[in-house]
C-alpha cells in the first residue's frame, strides 16, 4: 500500500456529468458516508441500479477501496493517514471542519441530495451534519437515511448517536431512520450476523433506490419531495429513533402480481409491532416501459387488501429501463407522530383534619413574656420596701455595664435576654493535699487538673 504524504489524497474526486438524472432543474445525487452508508450504495449497484449519481466518503481507506461504487472520496487523509477515526469524536470532528471545502464541493452541483449514513460511528456522527449544513447553505435539498446503533452499545455510542439524529433532523429537510436492533429479531442473523447486516443493508439500499426513483425518474403517477417531507419530515429532535420500515421484492412477469405485493408484505421488519406504531406508507412500483395503469390499479387492489383499513397510501409509479418486463415494488412504513402520553387523573389529596384535645390550650409566647416581666416587676417592688440594700448593689450594677439582663425595681422591661455565667475556679486552696509536695514537670503543676492548668473556663 502506498504511503500516503502529507497534502495528498489517495483518491481523487470529480463530479460524473455522465450519470446526472432528470432535468438541470431536478438534478439528484446520492452519498454514502461510513461503512453501513456505502454497504447500502454497494447494493444498490449490485442490483443493476446505478443509473444514478453515487458518491461514497469515508476516513477509513480500506472501505473505500473496497467499495463497488465508482466515484469516492477519502476524507481527513492528512490527519488518519487512512486508518479511520477509531471512534474518537473529537478526530472526526476536526476532520469535518478541515474538509468543509471538500464537502461542499461533493454537494453543489445538485438540487436534491440523498444521504445514507450509519449513526454508530464516529465519521457519521461528525461529518453527517456537517455535510447536510453544506447543503442546506446551497439550498439543496436533502434527505437521510440513517440506520441507529444496537441498544446493547455503550452509553457513550448511543448518546453521539442521538445526538447527531438530533442535529440532522434540525438541518435536513426528511431523515428515515432504521433500527440497528432489528437485526437480532431475524432469523437469517441467527447463525451469522453478517446475514442480518446484509439484510439491512439491502432494505436500506432499495429505499434508496425507491427515494431517487421519486425525485428523478419520469411516471406514470409521480410522487413528490413534498410527499416525503410532509412523511418523515415531521420530527425535529431524538425522541423518536425509529421511524421508518421497508419492504422489498421484484418478479419477472407482470401476471405475478399477487406474489410480488405478498413478498414485499413478507419484510423481516414488518412485525405486528411495526404495524402498530406505523401511521403512514409510501408505495412505490417501477417497470418497463409496456407498465400500464390496469398493473398498478391490480397492485394496489391487493395491497389495500392485506393492509389495516384507512391505511393513508401515497402511491408512485415509475418507468425504468433496467427493469424491462419485471416489476419492483417497494414499500416503506413511515412513523408521524409520537404516541400520545396517557393522562393520569390524580385524585385529590384530603385535608389534614385538626386534631381536637379535651385539654386547655396553651398560652402564646407574648403572653408568657408579659407575664413573667409582671411578676418580676411586683417580686423588685416588694423587695424595695422591705430591704433598700437589695436594690442598691443592682442599681450600680445596671448602671456600670449596661446590662439588659439586670432589671431595676420601679423600671418596667419589655425584653429579657439571657445570659450565660462563667463559672471561676480558684486554685489557692489545695484541700488534702496542702501541705504535700508538688509535682512539677515542664514547669506545670500536674497535680491540678487540666482545666485549671490551661486556665480554662468551664460553662454552666
Known amino acids: ?96 471542519t478541515a474538509c468543509s471545502d471538500k ?9 436534491h441530495l440523498i444521504l445514507s449514513v450509519g449513526l454508530g460511528g464516529a465519521t457519521a456522527c461528525m461529518v453527517a ?25 455503550s452509553r457513550r455510542r448511543q448518546s453521539m448517536a442521538n445526538k447527531s439524529l438530533e442535529r440532522l433532523r434540525r438541518c435536513a429537510d426528511s431523515v428515515l431512520v432504521f433500527a440497528n436492533d432489528r437485526i437480532t429479531t431475524l432469523p437469517q442473523a441467527s447463525g451469522n450476523i453478517r446475514q442480518g447486516f446484509h439484510i439491512i443493508n439491502q432494505l436500506a439500499g432499495h429505499s434508496i433506490e425507491a427515494l431517487a426513483q421519486i425525485l428523478s425518474k419520469p411516471g406514470l403517477i409521480q410522487l413528490s419531495f413534498a410527499d416525503v417531507r410532509s412523511l418523515y419530515g415531521r420530527l425535529t429532535n431524538n425522541a423518536i429513533t425509529e421511524n421508518c420500515w421497508a419492504g422489498w421484492s421484484e418478479v ?35 417497470g418497463g416501459g409496456d407498465l400500464s395503469l390496469v398493473q398498478v390499479q391490480n397492485m394496489l387492489a391487493e395491497l389495500q387488501k ?22 419492483r415494488l417497494t414499500v416503506l412504513l413511515a412513523r408521524t407522530v409520537a404516541p400520545a402520553s396517557p393522562i393520569v387523573e390524580m385524585e385529590p389529596e384530603p385535608e389534614p383534619q385538626r386534631m381536637v384535645h379535651d385539654t386547655v390550650p396553651l398560652p402564646s409566647l407574648a ?34 455595664a449596661n446590662d439588659a439582663s439586670v432589671v431595676i425595681p420601679g423600671k418596667k422591661t419589655k425584653k429579657y435576654i439571657a445570659k450565660q455565667e ?19 514537670y515542664k514547669g506545670e503543676n500536674l497535680d491540678q487538673p487540666t482545666f485549671r492548668r490551661r486556665k480554662l473556663a468551664i460553662r454552666l
Open 367 to 400: 403572653e408568657l413574656q408579659e407575664n413573667a416581666a409582671e411578676e418580676t416587676e411586683e417580686e423588685y417592688e416588694e423587695a424595695a420596701e422591705t430591704d433598700e440594700e437589695l436594690v442598691a448593689p443592682l442599681r450600680g450594677k445596671a448602671a456600670a
Open 103 to 111: 464537502l461542499t464541493e461533493a454537494v453543489s452541483g445538485c438540487n
Open 252 to 286: 419477472s412477469s407482470p401476471k405475478e402480481i399477487k406474489r410480488l405485493v405478498d413478498d414485499a408484505l413478507s419484510s423481516p421488519l414488518f412485525t405486528e409491532e411495526v404495524w402498530s406504531q406505523a401511521d403512514h406508507a409510501i408505495v412505490c412500483l417501477s
Open 422 to 440: 462563667e463559672l471561676q475556679f480558684d486554685g489557692s486552696h489545695r484541700g488534702r493535699f496542702e501541705k504535700s509536695i508538688e509535682t512539677i
Open 306 to 327: 392485506r393492509l389495516p383499513a384507512d391505511f393513508p397510501v401515497a402511491t408512485g409509479a415509475t418507468l425504468e429501463e433496467t427493469c424491462k418486463s419485471k416489476l
Open 1 to 96: 500500500m502506498r504511503e500516503i504524504k502529507k497534502g495528498e489524497d489517495m483518491i481523487e474526486f470529480k463530479i460524473d456529468e455522465s450519470q446526472s438524472n432528470g432535468s438541470p432543474a431536478n438534478r439528484l445525487r446520492v452519498i454514502g458516508l461510513g461503512q453501513a452508508g456505502i454497504g447500502a450504495l454497494d447494493q444498490i449497484v449490485m442490483y443493476g441500479m446505478d443509473s444514478y449519481d453515487m458518491l461514497v466518503m469515508d476516513t477509513d481507506q480500506q472501505s473505500i477501496e473496497g467499495s463497488v461504487v465508482k466515484q469516492r472520496l477519502l476524507l481527513g487523509a492528512e490527519i488518519t493517514r487512512g486508518l479511520g477515526c477509531g471512534g474518537d469524536h473529537e478526530v472526526a470532528a476536526e476532520i469535518a
Open 129 to 153: 451534519p456537517e455535510l447536510v449544513i453544506q447543503a442546506s447553505k446551497q439550498g439543496i435539498r436533502t434527505i437521510v437515511v440513517a440506520t441507529m446503533p444496537f441498544s446493547f452499545e
